[in-house]
């Protein structure tokens, strides 16, 4: 063969691949991944504690301009530092006590290089500042930057989102979901003294500057934060709040909304302390009563920002008007509020290390919208919604992304993770012991930064149930198991096929009306059954075909 038809059948090949996503494979990562999504050396030898981002909104110019305080905790030694921020944002100076810091930037990241080396153990501080014009999303939240957005009454109304993109979008930070400030955050927000910015936390105090006719809005939240659940909304926001006794004590419900959406949000927000009920039921109680829960209006539909959620769901039931089950019970209730809510819990308290086991987040928080409904409705609408949300399954690709590249996996993550879970609680077949786990893992991941493996040896180990290959199945395949079975007067033969290697999940059947306990492999088996079989059903709980 001529060389030069090697070369286009080369080209013919890398045409034909260029369509497919790259997940699972690692030699396409680029550097700008990878200083991204993974734990760099410049990164590694240094523990955020805090962060203090001051930052001020300039809606005329639609710029940023502010600084973040990093404190941080050596926990080897190291001398250069790595600061994530992107353009066409620019960092104009580090300061570091007395002196600044000289830095270089490649693409998304700083170099910052200190003049000696920083000793192990030790607490220091740098401030890093900033300014430019931001990124602006193109389609919030699943596009990242910032929204200048106008109010129905045309007044500026000002947003964040960051999810995916990550929080380096709008500010300079460590951009990466292994390491939390575990003294919490301040956020301070300049804007136009007319309008009010709503952030993280409580708001601790506002400060009037007359003749410069700005205010700054300075918010606190005490508590580990997420990059990307931090955010900052701005508009005419005027505010209401209620008492909800719950499982940690009194807790603060705060609500933010633009003036002419009052009236309407006070009747709408009950829909809150019922989802708290809920998902303090299920997974213990709220993590955040020393930030306060709030619900803050924007305009696109919501997003999990940690004591801050965000919503725009229309103040109606369903996903903008649409029912995530098409069975009906998605009519039943707000999906954004108890969707977020439940992010509380796992996405917030319980945070991935790595964006590829994002399915820790929207995994369980689709299984939640099913819990939550399971407590106000009960068991057979809970079903009736989870299972009816595999329809959204699109088995493309597996779940789990590709490590260390900031590379989220399939977007099956929600009906898919939620599907996962709903099965395997049905293989534990134990209520009160699949109450413990989902408790437990609250309990013992209370504000940490986890990965898959520790998710799925938790719930393997308090189960006693090795479930190793379920998750290996369903979450790092694309392949859904199928039963196949051939009933035969009292015998039936059954056996899984498009399984991993050893996969051998219980399930349940359901024959002459009397419900029998199964587990298929690779290989045939059969099953006798003590009278001619007349009706065979598998349980619809199990993720099966
Ligand atoms: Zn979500």
Redesign the pocket.
């Known amino acids: 063969m001529r060389k030069t038809t090697l070369i286009a059948i080369a080209i013919l090949i890398q045409l034909l691949f260029a369509g497919i996503p790259a997940v699972g494979q690692t030699e396409n990562i680029t550097r700008q991944e990878t200083l991204r999504g993974s734990i760099t050396p410049e990164r590694e030898w240094w523990d955020v504690l805090h962060y203090h981002l001051s930052v001020e909104f300039l809606p005329e110019t639609k710029r940023l301009k502010g600084s973040n305080e990093i404190i941080f905790k050596s926990v080897k030694p190291g001398n250069k530092m790595q600061i994530d921020l992107q353009p066409p944002l620019a960092i104009t100076k580090v300061a570091h006590g007395n002196s600044s810091l000289k830095f270089e930037r490649e693409g998304n990241v700083y170099w910052v290089m200190f003049e000696k080396a920083i000793p192990a153990g030790v607490e220091d501080k740098v401030e890093v500042f900033y300014e430019g014009v931001p990124v602006v999303s193109k389609n919030p939240p699943w596009v990242g930057g910032i929204t200048w957005g106008r109010d129905d009454l045309g007044e500026h109304f000002i947003m964040t989102t960051c999810q995916g993109i990550g929080a380096s979008i709008w500010w300079p930070n460590k951009d990466h979901g292994a390491d939390e400030p575990d003294r919490g955050m301040q956020i301070s927000v300049t804007v136009p003294e007319r309008l009010t910015a709503v952030s993280n936390g409580r708001l601790k105090k506002t400060d009037h500057d007359v003749a410069a006719k700005k205010r700054t809005f300075h918010w606190e939240v005490v508590n580990p934060i997420n990059n990307y659940g931090v955010n900052v909304n701005i508009g005419n926001y005027v505010n209401f709040s209620e008492k909800y006794k719950g499982k940690g004590g009194v807790l603060d419900l705060e609500y933010w909304v633009l003036a002419h959406q009052k009236e309407a949000a006070m009747k709408w927000f009950k829909e809150v302390p019922r989802t708290l009920a809920a998902f303090e039921h299920w997974f213990g109680k709220y993590p955040f009563y020393e930030d306060s829960y709030k619900l803050v209006s924007v305009s696109y539909p919501g997003m999990?920002h940690q004591s801050s959620v965000t919503y725009g769901n229309w103040f109606t039931n369903g996903y903008l008007a649409r029912d995530m089950c098409g069975c009906g019970v998605g009519f039943k209730f707000d999906f954004i509020i108890v969707?977020?809510s439940a992010?509380e819990w796992f996405?917030n308290n319980i945070s991935m290390k790595d964006a590829a086991d994002m399915w820790i987040?929207?995994g369980f928080?689709n299984y939640s919208e099913n819990l939550f409904v399971e407590y106000h409705f009960g068991k057979k609408d809970a079903e009736d919604y989870v299972i009816g949300t595999r329809r959204g399954i699109r088995n493309d690709r597996p779940i789990i992304g590709t490590y260390g590249s900031n590379r989220e996996g399939s977007g099956d993550m929600?009906p898919k993770g939620g599907n996962m879970l709903h099965t395997i609680r049905n293989i534990i077949n134990d209520d009160a012991k699949w109450l413990s786990i989902l408790r437990g893992l609250n309990a013992d991941f209370w504000h940490q930064t986890v990965t898959t493996e520790q998710i799925e040896n938790y719930i393997s180990t308090k189960a006693g149930i090795d479930l190793g290959k379920v998750f290996d199945q369903y979450l790092r395949t694309t392949m859904i198991p199928v039963l196949k079975y051939n009933v035969s007067g009292k015998t039936v033969r059954f056996h899984y096929e498009k399984v991993v290697k050893g996969f051998a999940m219980p399930i349940r059947v359901t024959i002459n009306g009397k419900e029998v306990k199964l587990t298929p492999t690779e290989q045939q088996q059969t099953f006798d059954f003590s009278e001619e079989i007349k009706t065979f059903e598998v349980n619809r709980n199990f993720y099966i075909q």
């Open positions: 999990e969707h977020e992010h996405g987040h929207e928080a929600y």
